[in-house]
């Protein structure tokens, strides 16, 4: 067994306890069965997104928050208290997570641009001149098709 889905069965373990739910009442809540329930809190079965998505939506967390610290083996209560212990340096993580932590960094900065775009039209819309609209939305460019 892998140590990451030991920790993440862990962790769906205590989110149950957390809110005093037996294996049965999870296992309805998700649409599965009892034994998977028990197979993921052992650490026996590697989640598919699709499932993780369900265990996220019973538990009413995001799947990030689901997923935060594993890596590190911080449990959820101390990711809850301090979101930071869940995060390492680009030396801890490794090459190819810096390479990630990057393309994250341009990736929002693109957004940043986007958004400062959008800033600027609506300034320009609170302000009711038309030629600052007009030229606001002529600098946009346009979208990409994927």
């Known amino acids: 067994m892998k140590p990451e889905l030991i920790l993440l069965g862990k962790r769906v373990h205590d989110l149950r306890v957390e809110r005093a739910w037996s294996r049965e009442q999870l296992a309805v809540l998700c649409s599965f069965h009892v034994t998977y329930i028990g197979q ?7 989640l598919s997104f699709e499932n993780l998505m ?16 594993l ?11 301090d979101p ?16 990630q932590a990057r393309a994250l960094v341009k990736r ?24 600052r609209i007009r030229k606001a939305r002529s600098s946009q460019p346009k979208p990409r098709r994927r």
């Open 108 to 131: 929002l900065m693109a957004q940043r641009t986007g958004m400062d775009r959008t800033i600027a039209l609506l300034a320009g819309a609170i302000s009711s001149d038309p030629i």
């Open 40 to 46: 993921v809190e052992r650490g026996e079965k590697n």
């Open 71 to 81: 890596e590190t083996g911080t449990s959820i209560g101390d990711v809850k208290r």
């Open 54 to 69: 369900k265990f996220s939506r019973a538990f009413d967390v995001t799947v990030s928050a689901l997923l935060a610290g």
């Open 84 to 99: 930071t212990k869940a995060l390492r340096t680009a030396k801890d993580i490794g090459a190819s997570s810096a390479f």
